[in-house]
Protein backbone atom coordinates (compact mmCIF):
# COMPACT_ATOMS: atom_id res chain seq x y z
CA UNK A 1 0.00 0.00 0.00
CA UNK A 2 2.72 2.40 0.72
CA UNK A 3 4.38 1.85 -2.48
CA UNK A 4 1.50 2.77 -4.23
CA UNK A 5 1.10 6.33 -1.98
CA UNK A 6 4.49 6.65 -3.25
CA UNK A 7 3.72 6.04 -6.88
CA UNK A 8 0.68 8.22 -6.91
CA UNK A 9 2.69 10.74 -5.38
CA UNK A 10 4.88 11.12 -7.69
CA UNK A 11 2.30 11.14 -10.24
CA UNK A 12 0.86 13.67 -9.23
CA UNK A 13 3.85 15.56 -9.06
CA UNK A 14 4.87 14.46 -12.64
CA UNK A 15 1.49 15.23 -13.77
CA UNK A 16 2.12 19.15 -11.75
CA UNK A 17 5.16 19.74 -12.67
CA UNK A 18 3.78 19.14 -16.36
CA UNK A 19 0.67 21.48 -15.85
CA UNK A 20 3.19 24.32 -14.70
CA UNK A 21 5.44 23.67 -17.80
CA UNK A 22 2.65 23.97 -20.30
CA UNK A 23 1.20 26.87 -18.40
CA UNK A 24 4.44 28.76 -18.60
CA UNK A 25 4.63 27.71 -22.35
CA UNK A 26 1.11 29.28 -22.65
CA UNK A 27 2.14 32.32 -21.24
CA UNK A 28 5.21 32.87 -23.01
CA UNK A 29 3.26 32.31 -26.58
CA UNK A 30 0.97 34.85 -25.23
CA UNK A 31 3.47 37.23 -24.66
CA UNK A 32 4.76 36.67 -27.90
CA UNK A 33 1.81 37.02 -29.85
CA UNK A 34 0.85 40.20 -27.93
CA UNK A 35 4.44 41.40 -29.18
CA UNK A 36 3.46 40.70 -32.66
CA UNK A 37 0.04 42.70 -32.53
CA UNK A 38 2.33 45.58 -31.34
CA UNK A 39 4.86 44.98 -34.16
CA UNK A 40 2.07 44.89 -36.68
CA UNK A 41 0.01 47.41 -35.97
CA UNK A 42 3.37 49.56 -35.90
CA UNK A 43 3.78 48.86 -39.50
CA UNK A 44 0.36 49.14 -40.31
CA UNK A 45 0.91 52.84 -39.15
CA UNK A 46 4.14 53.28 -40.55
CA UNK A 47 2.83 51.91 -43.66
CA UNK A 48 -0.49 54.49 -43.23
CA UNK A 49 1.97 57.26 -43.30
CA UNK A 50 3.87 56.39 -46.22
CA UNK A 51 0.80 56.42 -47.92
CA UNK A 52 -0.30 59.50 -46.87
CA UNK A 53 3.18 61.35 -47.84
CA UNK A 54 3.27 59.56 -51.49
CA UNK A 55 -0.01 60.37 -51.89
CA UNK A 56 0.50 64.29 -51.22
CA UNK A 57 3.69 64.22 -53.40
CA UNK A 58 0.93 63.17 -56.51
CA UNK A 59 -1.16 65.53 -55.68
CA UNK A 60 1.39 68.07 -55.30
CA UNK A 61 3.53 67.50 -58.57
CA UNK A 62 -0.44 67.39 -60.15
CA UNK A 63 -0.93 71.11 -59.03
CA UNK A 64 2.56 71.59 -60.76
CA UNK A 65 1.76 70.55 -63.67
CA UNK A 66 -1.59 72.25 -63.53
CA UNK A 67 -0.02 75.57 -63.11
CA UNK A 68 -0.07 78.26 -65.50
CA UNK A 69 3.35 79.06 -66.04
CA UNK A 70 4.36 80.15 -69.34
CA UNK A 71 8.57 81.09 -68.87
CA UNK A 72 8.75 77.22 -70.36
CA UNK A 73 10.68 76.11 -67.26
CA UNK A 74 10.87 72.77 -66.10
CA UNK A 75 8.84 72.33 -62.35
CA UNK A 76 11.51 69.60 -61.75
CA UNK A 77 14.64 71.28 -62.37
CA UNK A 78 16.29 72.89 -59.35
CA UNK A 79 17.28 76.35 -59.36
CA UNK A 80 20.07 75.86 -57.15
CA UNK A 81 21.96 73.68 -59.17
Do not use: C, W
Not at 2 to 12: I, N, T, Y
Not at 58 to 72: F, N, Y
Amino acid sequence: MEDELRFVDKDRDLTSNRASELKYRLSSLGVKHEMELQAKEMLEKRLAVIVEMENKDVSDEGLEHDSSDTDGSDPHVDIMS
